[in-house]
């Protein structure tokens, strides 16, 4: 049996009020140092640029998740065939499934070639704190919980709780970045859909009687990606966040001198990283190169720093290159001409996002679908019962943005800085 707290342990929570924890291993878990790394992650990266209450961290996150699946755990526990073995399992998977997440995640992924899945699975199986917190229960259990959160485990239906169209991680996320950046878009009826979930043979189920919670949860999704996560301020401040990193491993790799040397990217230059690199790495370690960096002889390396630090962003227009070739080539030469360096201070950053998809057998990503559970035990797609979703399944929407400095445009009065504003319309 698992061990019980002798007295329940809560988390206050902005978001679900309290966050219980009422056994040892899920209390351990948690005060390991790997877990306690992600109050130094923010949740949404630069996001904090444009809705300064963005604050949050993947620490306050993941124990959210956690809670949501242990809600869920209370209801399917009246239903046989769902045992402790599963409880166990799925609340440790929710938990854990951020842990390998780097600093300003997605942007740092993309210079550096990384994959928080990867991280994720090498700390629940490497020689960790969190490891051996696992290891109690048995010696496979750490890799039961990573293949949980890698989609691999035989059960699916402990994989859907984690990571599916209407999962506890989404159900968190939303509801957590919208009260934090202040916005509306993100709230939609949990308690409901919690109360209307249903185990079934290999994901996820929801009654019928529960398709408009449904049904805003998903518009609530499509909302946030387009008025938060997609946000153009925040993409701005991504692409330049992306453009440090890149300039700086440019540099290390023709040899330059750093006045700081930055030794916690040393491995990351080397693309050699080491667990043990990774988990030094937080928010706050990257965010004082920035600061340093700032005083750095590289003149681009500098002043994309005091860019970020001091939030003096690109400026951005809609742009298309694939429909603006010949734009987007004179723009290139023009920038090269006038002595801004185009690899640096023009970039096209596109966003896109599928709110909700049917089933779609071998594609490279394939969605289970949401399905409806009808009075009579008959399955049903979700789009199929509602026009709604029907509405906008499978339409997968892309924006596309250019991204520039201003400010050295403004700045000059040669021919190349002349035909470049009158190319981006700015005076």
Not at 165 to 175: E, H
Not at 263 to 279: A, G, M, P, Q, T
Not at 329 to 356: C, M, N
Request: charged letters at 30%.
């Amino acid at each position: 049996m698992l061990e019980r707290l002798n007295e329940e342990k809560v988390f206050k929570d902005p978001v679900h009020r309290y966050i219980h924890v009422r056994y040892r291993l899920i209390w351990d878990l948690i005060g390991t140092k790997e877990f306690q790394r992600l109050r130094r992650v923010r949740q949404l990266g630069t996001t904090y640029l444009t809705f300064h209450g963005a604050e949050h961290s993947r620490f306050s996150h993941s124990l959210g998740v956690y809670e949501i699946v242990r809600r869920i755990n209370e209801i399917f526990s009246q239903y046989e065939g769902w045992d402790e073995k599963n409880r166990l399992l799925s609340m440790c998977a929710a938990l854990l499934h951020d842990v390998g997440h780097g600093p300003f995640s997605h942007s740092f992924e993309k210079v550096f070639n990384l994959d928080h899945e990867d991280f994720t699975r090498m700390v629940i199986l490497g020689d960790t704190e969190i490891n051996k917190v696992l290891r109690r229960v048995s010696d496979d259990f750490p890799l039961q919980v990573a293949d949980v959160i890698a989609k691999t485990h035989d059960n699916k239906l402990v994989v859907s709780l984690i990571s599916s169209q209407i999962d506890a991680d989404r159900m968190d996320y939303l509801l957590r970045d919208a009260y934090f950046t202040g916005v509306s878009y993100g709230q939609f009826d949990i308690e409901r859909i919690l109360r209307v979930m249903r185990p079934g043979d290999d994901q996820i189920v929801i009654k019928q009687s529960g398709m408009h919670a449904v049904e805003d949860y998903i518009m609530s999704r499509y909302q946030m990606y387009w008025q938060i996560y997609f946000h153009p301020v925040t993409r701005s401040a991504e692409v330049i966040l992306s453009k440090i990193l890149h300039r700086a491993k440019v540099l290390f790799e023709q040899g330059y001198h750093f006045q700081h040397d930055p030794i916690h990217f040393y491995s990351l230059f080397k693309e050699n990283i080491s667990l043990e690199d990774f988990l030094k790495l937080d928010d706050s370690v990257v965010m004082f190169y920035f600061q340093i960096w700032q005083e750095e002889q590289d003149h681009i390396l500098s002043d994309l720093c005091e860019r970020f630090m001091n939030r003096r962003l690109f400026k951005y227009i809609e742009f298309n290159p694939m429909q603006q070739m010949n734009a987007w080539r004179e723009l290139h030469d023009s920038f090269h001409e006038a002595g801004i360096d185009p690899d640096y201070y023009l970039v096209v950053d596109s966003s896109s996002d599928l709110p909700y998809d049917f089933y779609r057998p071998g594609e490279e990503e394939e969605r289970l679908p949401i399905h409806l559970l009808k009075p009579g035990g008959d399955l049903r797609e979700l789009s199929r019962e509602s026009d709604v979703v029907e509405a906008i399944s499978g339409k997968k929407r892309t924006d596309h943005k250019l991204y520039f400095p201003a400010d050295f445009i403004l700045e000059g009065n040669t021919d190349a800085t002349r035909r470049i504003k009158s190319l981006l319309q700015i005076d």
